[in-house]
């Protein structure tokens, strides 16, 4: 049983592996954090709760209430009572007043997890995990708030959610309804965060946490290239493999929340949630509101165990696309290589010199739909330009597939362009503050997806070029965040429910998408990657992880990427030099080794590049072949940094049964009289022999660990080198 109940101290005790979390109540029915960490094997720790501190308990000491509340580890603070740390939960009442405090009432212990409607959530068997629900009430507003912990034992995960029921007369507006909290003491934190923009985004970022409030945040609509709904609390001096990890990962696609706060008694507390600004939910006498989903792990070995523990759970419990594990076909994109500038035979000229070389997939990507020759007109006119695609849409399918390739297409199926007949027929269906002219962003304007009409219009446009021909790949853009948010449809006390209602819809739109095409490879993106979170992975196997393709830029955005996700949900493309972004010129053979730890394909003229460059793709194919199994489902380390000042960049992917091992390594920056650089391998068995393959060299998995590796002849800038390890034993 991973979650118990001590009846007698009425305490929860929820094991992983190797975590433990533990929650007592009160006297009077407060629901408390005492312990997150290690995993214990009986039930200690109560006095953590502090209860018999002063200045007490209210049930011992009413009068200094406020000092009490403001100082109790809670696992789930309402705002207005006294508690003047950040609140997760605040409720105002039909006379305006804003305040709730909730007690315990009962709970329930089951094996699996529900689902949380209309919501992305974890899935697992009744074998894989289980879920406590502690119900509490707030007796004078009659509201029921639901707490929700489902613990994934093997992953060393507990994911949280709350769900509040209006059982009460009056209605209630919840302006802030957080998913988790973490209340416990500081340990000199220092702050772990991803921050960046576009085309570099998800840059790491750590600071030690100082006394107040640091956070990450998105009002943006969208969970942003700017900042990442994630956070960690690392104890000082934690690297890849030592010191501890408490982090957070929210599976939400709009605003949201991550924030640290050290009080004025030097603790801590640790929030995530949907964003309180521009946030207020109606929930009328029998109404009902679920929060999305948190994701927490604990780590007492380093950020390398916290990375490992998503990936396994990401993995095994949030993807659900049959091409989880199936091998992705290699593809090219023509977005670079064109832009808007193609027509069928551009395209069918790049599809037969890409398939002469292995390359598998043609996707066509902006440009084929309506007047769209720049991107100032058309989206929303979902109808093939048939000036470019003579012989019309079904036509260039045949063809591509007569060569023996798949064919894949892009969209935009959220947006609205002034310029499109969509707009001029139905101008109320784009987001806008009535009587003030609506910011514009990329030319164009977002669809309101709150309406039912709207939706179905956009799926609709999207399903109906699916169903006219074999189509193996979507790529489902957003490039653009939300503005002037304002909804002809909702009523005005309603207008603050638009940004969620926003992504509900987006999340029912991809749900029925991937439920009428189940066998289809769908990839998530937005302007690159400012929709790169769980959320996405629910619906997507895989999300575009930026614009910049440059293969140096890329191995800070996919280190930081790494750090949480799965390197098969990476997005990762070979593209052109000079590069379109930073106009660097880097080897073809490095593009192809920093692709290889995504997803890969190429964004390129294939036509036009050096003969030297095009011979090299089917081999680097070949590698994408050989290795993507190991990459879809090996333990990814993360040997050295370039951010780090160092001049390497190394990783490892290691094969869970310790059978092989690809190590990449990328030489940054050049450095005089340097002859090897040593690294140390991990996930090897210790006392097998192991071949690095194409050589004669063989080692002891321990003496790779322990003594390690030589990197030899890699002083040239941007240079970069594979090697397998494959056991012999």
């Keep these: 049983m991973s979650i118990l109940y001590d009846e007698q101290n009425r305490m929860f005790k929820l094991d992983t592996v190797h975590t433990t979390y533990m929650i007592g109540l009160s006297e009077e029915g407060y629901v408390g954090h005492v312990y997150y960490g290690r995993r214990l094997e009986g039930f200690w720790g109560k006095y953590l709760l502090r209860m018999q501190e ?137 702050m772990l965060s991803l921050c960046g923009s576009w085309a570099r985004e998800r840059y790491i970022q750590r600071n030690k946490l100082c006394p107040g ?13 700017q900042e990442h709904p994630f956070i960690a609390l690392v104890t000082p001096e934690t690297t890849q493999e030592t010191g501890e990890v408490y982090a957070m990962n929210f599976v939400y696609s709009g605003n949201f929340i991550a924030q640290a ?55 095994e419990h949030m993807i659900r696309s049959p091409y989880k594990y199936r091998k992705r076909p290699v593809l090219i994109n023509n977005w670079e290589a064109t832009y808007f500038d193609f027509d069928t035979e551009k395209l069918l000229a790049i599809a037969k010199e890409a398939k002469k070389n292995g390359i598998e997939m043609l996707v066509m ?34 063809q ?91 009523l005005p006390e309603a207008q603050g429910e638009l940004f969620h209602r926003y992504v509900l819809g987006l999340y029912e739109m991809q749900e029925r998408l991937v439920t009428e095409f189940p066998e289809l490879l769908l990839e998530n993106c937005s302007g690159g990657g400012a929709r790169f979170d769980p959320g996405m992975l629910y619906y997507s196997p895989q999300i575009w992880c930026s614009d910049d393709t440059d293969a140096i830029e890329r191995l800070r955005i996919q280190e930081g990427t790494g750090l949480v996700y799965p390197l098969s949900a990476i997005g990762a493309h070979v593209s052109d030099c000079p590069n379109h972004i930073v106009c660097r ?78 190590v990449t390594c990328v030489n940054v920056l050049g450095r005089p009289n340097v002859r090897s650089i040593r690294i140390r391998l991990h996930g090897l068995r210790a006392l097998s022999l192991y071949r690095l393959e194409g050589t004669e060299e063989a080692y ?22 594979l090697y397998h390890f494959i056991c012999e034993d």
């Excluded at 409030?213 to 290239?225: A, C, D, F, T």
């Excluded at 706060?261 to 640790?270: G, K, L, N």
């Excluded at 020759?373 to 019309?392: C, F, H, P």
């Excluded at 939706?455 to 957003?478: H, T």
């Design 213 to 225: 409030r640091q956070l990450m945040s998105s009002v943006k609509g969208e969970s942003s290239h």
């Design 54 to 190: 002063t200045p007490f308990t209210p049930a011992v000491n009413k009068r200094e209430k406020n000092s009490f509340l403001d100082y109790f580890p809670m696992e789930y603070p309402t705002g207005g009572i006294g508690d003047y740390r950040e609140s997760c939960l605040n409720v105002r009442n039909e006379r305006g007043s804003v305040g709730s405090e909730i007690f315990y009432e009962s709970h329930t212990i089951r094996k699996g997890k529900p689902v949380l409607a209309g919501l992305p959530a974890a899935f697992g068997g009744e074998e894989e995990v289980q879920t406590l629900v502690i119900i509490c009430a707030d007796a004078l507003l009659g509201l029921k708030v639901s707490l929700s912990y489902s613990v994934f034992e093997k992953e060393d995960v507990i994911t949280r959610s709350i769900s509040m029921q209006n059982d009460g007369a009056e209605r209630l507006r919840l302006e802030k309804a957080y998913s988790a909290c973490l209340d416990m003491d500081n340990q000199e934190f220092e």
């Design 261 to 315: 706060e050290i009080t004025q008694f030097d603790r801590v507390r640790m929030v995530m949630g949907i964003h309180g600004e521009d946030f207020c939910w109606n929930l009328a006498p029998g109404e009902s509101f679920q929060t999305p989903e948190a994701v927490m792990t604990y780590s007492d070995c380093g950020l390398g165990k916290m990375s490992r523990s998503f990936h396994d759970f990401y993995r």
């Design 400 to 490: 591509v597939r007569k060569l023996g390739m798949e064919f894949g297409i892009w969209f935009e199926p959220e947006m609205i362009s002034p310029d499109s007949e969509l707009y001029r027929k139905h101008p109320d269906w784009a987001i806008q503050i009535a009587g003030r002219e609506a910011g514009q962003s990329r030319a164009q304007y977002v669809l309101d997806l709150s309406r039912k009409e709207v939706r179905d219009y956009a799926y609709e446009c999207v399903a109906k070029i699916l169903r006219s021909a074999p189509i193996s790949y979507v790529k489902w853009d957003m490039n653009r965040q939300l503005s002037d948010m304002g909804s002809a449809c909702l």
């Design 585 to 662: 010129t880097t080897p073809f053979e490095t593009r192809g080794n920093v692709a290889l730890a995504g997803t890969f394909g190429y964004e390129l003229d294939i036509t036009k590049i050096p003969e030297a460059d095009r011979e090299l793709i089917p081999k680097q194919v070949e590698l994408y072949h050989k290795y993507s199994g190991l990459i879809q489902t090996g333990d990814y380390y993360r040997i050295s940094s370039w951010t780090d000042k160092k001049p390497l960049d190394c990783w490892e992917v290691a094969a869970k049964d310790g059978s092989h091992a690809l």
């Design 700 to 721: 002891r998995g321990e003496e790779l660990s322990s003594c390690g590796f030589l990197v030899r002849d890699l002083n040239e800038d941007f240079k970069s080198r």
């Design 365 to 398: 990507d902006d440009g084929w739909f309506g007047k769209r020759s720049w991107d100032d007109s058309s989206l929303g006119d979902w109808t093939v330009n048939e000036e470019k695609l003579k012989g019309g849409f079904p036509n260039l399918v045949k």
